[in-house]
């Protein structure tokens, strides 16, 4: 079988598309291209952004190869010269995105591809399933670790993930989104996500006795003793027999540092009743760690309930994000560059106004507010607009356009950072805990009222006047 390439992921459109451009001389004009998505997954206030490494490695590697062209040319679709082009073919445009672990708004760009209209449009569909997938993943990891309140979360989905490269790539994007490690191995060995597990229901089953089951485990793994306690009854004997292997192996060789884990039943109820068996048994440092089909929601009720839970393994709910399985990213035409260096801003008008996009080459400005350092707005600009420090600076609410607010003490921070330039790389891509942190911090920054995972304040995300004004000089152009 041939050895996949991942230039010929794309949609076939791209391909078509391309060797129409070729046709009609339009295969050098440079054009802009803004990759950002329309609604925040589980109409939450914001989202994480990810992906960016997998698209550097595949930007990096962008080719065909000669079974790929005649694969192509098998389908007598496509011109002699243009197969003979993708032949030679690499990136040579232009990429700025934001960081990895950056929070995110609807309309403002994640992703701004400037490159010859061909490039820039082979690279659709790469670009929208990586950051797509990762950014769906860490958003919705990052609402679950914010609802466990501190109590670690670790990431358990890869026998639910979609495919391969859900499980290693889901597990990548949770650990960005705040849990502190994964279950899936080869995430461990790629991309250092930290991985770890102790037993299935299986381990218990191949023993004559639950005991002997945890004794032995106990045995092997000392430093690593976390026991499975629902096989066949928790209270009656699974956690019972957890403490007795515990007080028989473990704590003789001075060893505290060890667990139980729920993976069935009322975990509320369950948690605290072991809680209370595990202290009166003077193993006050067990932990007790929770898991099966939990999510937020189901983590934020444990937490009301007083659950005694200090690790929560989340699985198909966060690998999947069962309730928002889709991210909804775009990648829309901009702008194009004239043969004179002047840009000809584009845009997409539709009857749906959600759909209708925002035109020309731009930066994306957050401003904090100097005072709490919290973040105030995103203000999308022109590519030549400065946002001035020290000059009172007006934005408006996006959802009561009559309303505007005047800041004065505040900082100005442009988000879009290049990735590539002239096809060479030129960005440092961060180590994956890096990342993390900076999503961590990150997040931080936001208000707690946006944070809120019902009826979230409304960021205001804000166009300059300038920008503005050419929006609307387009739309009247249109009609």
Same mark, same amino acid.
């Given at each position: 079988?041939?050895?996949?390439?991942?230039? %010929?992921?794309?949609?076939?459109?791209?391909?078509?598309?391309?060797?129409?451009?070729?046709?009609?001389?339009?295969?050098?004009?440079?054009?802009?291209?803004?990759?950002?998505?329309?609604?925040?997954?589980? =109409? /939450? @206030?914001?989202?994480?952004?990810?992906? &960016?490494?997998? +698209?550097?490695?595949?930007?990096?590697?962008?080719?065909?190869?000669?079974?790929?062209?005649?694969?192509?040319?098998?389908?007598?679709?496509?011109?002699?010269?243009?197969?003979?082009? &993708?032949?030679?073919?690499?990136?040579?445009?232009?990429?700025?995105?934001?960081?990895?672990?950056? !929070?995110?708004?609807?309309?403002?760009?994640?992703?701004?591809?400037?490159? !010859?209209?061909?490039?820039?449009?082979?690279?659709?569909?790469?670009? &929208?399933? *990586?950051?797509?997938?990762?950014?769906?993943?860490?958003?919705?990891?990052?609402?679950?670790?914010?609802?466990a309140q501190g109590r670690v979360v670790l990431e358990f989905g890869s026998r639910r993930a979609q495919g391969a490269d859900g499980a290693v790539l889901g597990a990548r994007a949770a650990y960005i989104g705040g849990c502190a490690g994964t279950a899936c191995t080869l995430t461990d060995e790629l991309y250092g996500v930290p991985a770890g597990g102790t037993m299935a229901h299986a381990w218990v089953q191949m023993f004559d006795s639950e005991y002997e089951a945890f004794k032995t485990y106990c045995e092997l793994y000392p430093q690593n003793a976390v026991l499975l306690v629902d096989t066949y009854n928790t209270l009656k004997s699974g956690v019972p027999n957890a403490i007795?292997?515990?007080?028989?192996?473990?704590? !003789?060789? /001075?060893?505290?540092?060890?667990?139980?884990?729920?993976? $069935?039943?009322?975990?509320?109820?369950? *948690?605290?009743?072991?809680?209370?068996?595990?202290?009166?048994?003077?193993?006050?440092?067990?932990?007790?760690?929770? $898991?099966? $089909?939990?999510?937020?929601?189901?983590?934020?009720?444990?937490? %009301?309930?007083?659950?005694?839970?200090?690790?929560?393994?989340?699985?198909?709910?966060?690998?999947? *994000?069962?309730?928002? !399985? +889709?991210?909804?990213?775009?990648?829309?035409?901009?702008?194009?560059?004239?043969?004179?260096?002047?840009?000809?801003?584009?845009?997409?008008?539709?009857?749906?106004?959600? =759909?209708?996009?925002?035109?020309?080459?731009?930066?994306?400005?957050?401003?904090?507010?100097?005072?709490?350092?919290?973040?105030?707005?995103?203000?999308?600009?022109?590519?030549?607009? +400065?946002?001035?420090?020290?000059?009172?600076?007006?934005?408006?609410?996006?959802?009561?356009?009559?309303?505007?607010?005047? &800041?004065?003490?505040?900082?100005? =921070?442009?988000?879009?950072?290049?990735?590539?330039? @002239?096809?060479?790389?030129?960005? *440092?891509?961060?180590?994956?805990?890096?990342?993390?942190?900076?999503?961590?911090?990150?997040?931080?920054?936001?208000?707690?009222?946006?944070?809120?995972?019902?009826?979230?304040?409304?960021?205001?995300?804000?166009?300059?006047?300038?920008?503005?004004?050419?929006?609307?000089?387009?739309?009247?152009?249109?009609?």
């Amino acid at each position: 079988m041939k050895q996949e390439n991942l230039a %010929m992921l794309c949609d076939f459109y791209e391909l078509t598309m391309g060797n129409g451009y070729f046709q009609s001389g339009l295969a050098d004009k440079i054009v802009y291209f803004d990759l950002f998505f329309r609604t925040v997954p589980d =109409k /939450g @206030g914001f989202a994480i952004a990810a992906g &960016l490494e997998q +698209v550097v490695e595949y930007v990096k590697d962008l080719h065909f190869d000669q079974e790929d062209i005649d694969f192509l040319r098998s389908k007598n679709l496509f011109d002699e010269a243009f197969l003979n082009y &993708l032949s030679q073919f690499s990136f040579t445009g232009d990429i700025f995105a934001v960081p990895e672990g950056t !929070p995110v708004f609807p309309g403002e760009p994640i992703v701004i591809v400037r490159a !010859p209209a061909i490039e820039a449009q082979l690279v659709e569909t790469f670009l &929208l399933l *990586s950051i797509n997938h990762q950014s769906l993943i860490a958003t919705k990891a990052n609402r679950i670790v914010r609802a466990a309140q501190g109590r670690v979360v670790l990431e358990f989905g890869s026998r639910r993930a979609q495919g391969a490269d859900g499980a290693v790539l889901g597990a990548r994007a949770a650990y960005i989104g705040g849990c502190a490690g994964t279950a899936c191995t080869l995430t461990d060995e790629l991309y250092g996500v930290p991985a770890g597990g102790t037993m299935a229901h299986a381990w218990v089953q191949m023993f004559d006795s639950e005991y002997e089951a945890f004794k032995t485990y106990c045995e092997l793994y000392p430093q690593n003793a976390v026991l499975l306690v629902d096989t066949y009854n928790t209270l009656k004997s699974g956690v019972p027999n957890a403490i007795r292997a515990f007080k028989e192996v473990l704590i !003789p060789k /001075g060893i505290t540092h060890f667990g139980i884990r729920l993976d $069935s039943g009322d975990i509320s109820y369950l *948690s605290k009743k072991a809680r209370k068996m595990l202290d009166d048994a003077g193993l006050e440092n067990c932990q007790i760690v929770a $898991s099966n $089909s939990l999510d937020e929601y189901l983590i934020r009720d444990l937490m %009301m309930q007083g659950a005694q839970i200090d690790t929560f393994g989340v699985g198909e709910r966060l690998i999947t *994000s069962q309730s928002t !399985p +889709v991210f909804g990213g775009v990648y829309k035409l901009a702008a194009v560059e004239q043969e004179d260096g002047s840009i000809l801003p584009k845009i997409k008008v539709s009857e749906n106004t959600s =759909k209708i996009t925002n035109p020309h080459f731009k930066k994306v400005y957050r401003l904090f507010d100097n005072e709490s350092g919290k973040a105030i707005a995103d203000e999308l600009c022109i590519y030549d607009e +400065v946002i001035h420090e020290g000059e009172p600076h007006t934005i408006f609410d996006p959802n009561a356009t009559w309303k505007t607010k005047t &800041l004065t003490n505040f900082t100005a =921070k442009e988000l879009l950072v290049p990735v590539f330039r @002239g096809g060479k790389l030129v960005y *440092s891509l961060p180590s994956i805990d890096e990342i993390k942190d900076y999503c961590h911090k990150q997040v931080g920054l936001l208000w707690d009222e946006v944070k809120r995972f019902e009826n979230p304040h409304a960021y205001y995300v804000d166009l300059s006047q300038k920008l503005w004004d050419i929006k609307q000089q387009l739309l009247q152009q249109k009609r």
